[in-house]
């Protein structure tokens, strides 16, 4: 186990709950300074909403999630929202401002949050635009843009506060296979570039193991297998198996839960 | 047996929360005054975008809505002989009633339901999730501004639509069917009183513009965050201005005018 002051989110006995479905069942997650950890899962387990409960969004039932030291439902308004300046998250959508273009998008938590001159605002604009390579495409509108670009504005737009760490939310859902490598080279190396502390959540195996320094895999509101890429090839859970060798049925069934078929049938 | 009973509970219980969802969503919007003040340009844009743009359809509309109360008026009128005081019926019911219910019901229709479904839609593609984890609150920085261009915007307009009304009936009584211009003004001016009319005319408007811009924003923000649920809202927000424009006309009514 890592020092504990190298831990950056700490997550303690989390539980939360969805009107009556229960998504997380006493989860417990060390999430370390400086590395790319994935969360992986079938879809429909909650990886989006533990993303949401470290942002602050969503309030858990019980357990904590402490970011940085700060225990991230305790904190005032203002403390949380000065915490969030330092997280940045990228939707699955991007979750672009429709109404403004590239630029302005980019620009958009530099204005709200900072008086910088014009020049200055400009300068670091273009600098995280070229860091994802749309520098030529500052012009644009977002509904210009193809998913794999809006993605990569977002992210743009994400490091524009020069954030202490990024959550990713199914960052290569729907990409063609361009995009995905430019989103997987992007992620491992901005985080080392930038000295940033990344979480993806995703479910594209492959793609996110072979970023990822540290993998947990969840199922059922809990974790059901870790460790770094390797140890998860190796595991012989089944849970870890069914997830990691994409088999249909397993411990997560083929079918959703449903009567005997034959009664059901002559019924 | 007990089902049709426990629905009309639930369904009341649903009424009051959302009730008491819209009160808190108008007093956190509320707490977003000063950051219009600080940004003012924040609000300006509202109201260009709600305002401004509905200026043509609240003239053409008051236009034509003044040129029937010439026609209507006059025909009533020229049976006593009395169309010297066309003037008085057609500012009378443009500043006490239409222009500000008329307006209201237009305004929801052309910016209450673009609002609606703008915010919806900020809702259901996450770029509301997105402000709150840029650290932006979305209430004080999309929610508050559109908020006051809606009801700054609505006396305006309702003043304007009264104006131009106005014009469309003298347009008809005087230029073409020959009212006596002297009395059309003269009549209207003694008639119509400042504080009776007017003021109340402003207090009308604003009151409207309230609960329309409201209903917009809080249906948007409280919708569904799907294609349906932007839609169903959407609808509701025009249908529920125009009820609580209707009913609320005729409380501010009795209150203003009644003995």
């Known amino acids: ?267 | 047996m007990t089902a049709p009973l426990q629905r009309l509970g639930a369904a009341s219980l649903n009424v009051f929360a959302k009730l008491g969802r819209a009160n808190l969503f108008l007093a956190l919007a509320l707490t977003g005054i000063p950051e219009i003040l600080r940004r003012p340009g924040l609000l300006i844009r509202q109201m260009y975008v709600v305002g401004v743009l509905s200026v043509l359809l609240i003239a053409l509309s008051g236009l034509f809505v003044g040129m029937v109360l010439g026609l209507q008026g006059y025909n009533v009128l020229s049976d006593f002989g009395a169309e010297e005081s066309l003037g008085v019926m057609v500012a009378a019911s443009l500043v006490r009633e239409l222009g500000p219910v008329v307006t209201a019901l237009l305004f929801s229709g052309r910016a209450g339901s673009a609002l609606t479904a703008e915010i919806g839609l900020m809702k259901a593609t996450e770029q509301l999730s997105g402000m709150e984890m840029m650290a932006v609150d979305p209430m004080k920085r999309v929610i508050t501004p559109r908020l006051f261009a809606g009801i700054l915007s609505m006396p305006l307009l309702a003043g304007l639509f009264t104006y131009i009304g106005i014009y469309g009936g003298y347009f008809v009584g005087v230029s073409l069917l020959g009212v006596d211009e002297g009395s059309f003004w003269s009549q209207m001016q003694a008639a119509i009183d400042f504080r009776e009319d007017l003021v109340n005319s402003v207090i009308k408007s604003l009151a409207f513009g309230v609960i329309v811009t409201w209903i917009a924003v809080f249906e948007g923000y409280d919708a569904v965050p799907t294609s349906e649920g932007v839609s169903r809202a959407t609808t509701r927000s025009v249908v529920y201005s125009a009820f609580a424009v209707l009913g609320s006309d005729f409380v501010l009514t009795a209150l203003m005018f009644g003995e």
Do not use: C
């Not at chain 1, 959508?93 to 900072?114: I, Q």
């Not at chain 1, 997987?184 to 970023?211: C, F, M, P, Q, Y």
């Open chain 1, 1 to 267: 186990m890592a020092r504990s002051d190298d831990i950056l989110v700490k997550i303690r006995g989390l539980v939360f709950s969805h009107g009556r479905r229960r998504i997380f069942d006493g989860i417990d997650m060390d999430i370390r300074r400086g590395a790319v950890t994935a969360i992986m899962g079938p879809s429909g387990t909650g990886k989006t909403t533990l993303l949401k409960l470290i942002g602050g969004q969503l309030k858990p039932r019980s357990g904590t999630v402490e970011v940085d030291g700060h225990d991230v439902h305790r904190l005032s308004r203002s403390d949380l929202y000065r915490l969030r300046k330092r997280m940045g998250m990228l939707f699955q959508s991007g979750a672009l401002l429709t109404d403004l273009n590239v630029f302005e998008n980019v620009a958009f938590p530099l204005r709200e949050h900072t008086d910088l001159p014009e020049s200055m605002i400009r300068s670091l604009v273009l600098m995280k635009l070229e860091a994802v390579g749309l520098r030529g495409a500052r012009e644009l509108m977002p509904a210009q843009l193809s998913g794999g670009m809006a993605r990569r504005v977002a992210l743009a737009r994400a490091i524009a506060l020069d954030p202490m760490m990024i959550m990713y939310d199914e960052p290569f859902t729907g990409q063609d296979p361009i995009s995905m490598g430019v989103l997987v080279k992007l992620i491992r190396t901005l985080n080392d570039a930038l000295g940033l502390t990344s979480i993806v959540v995703s479910h594209d195996v492959a793609e996110t193991a072979s970023i990822s320094d540290y993998i947990y895999v969840l199922s059922g509101g809990r974790i059901v297998g870790q460790g770094t890429p390797d140890e998860l090839r190796r595991s012989d859970s089944p849970w870890v198996r069914q997830f990691m060798d994409g088999l249909p049925d397993g411990p997560v069934p083929f079918h959703y839960p449903a009567p005997d078929y034959r009664e059901d049938l002559l019924r």
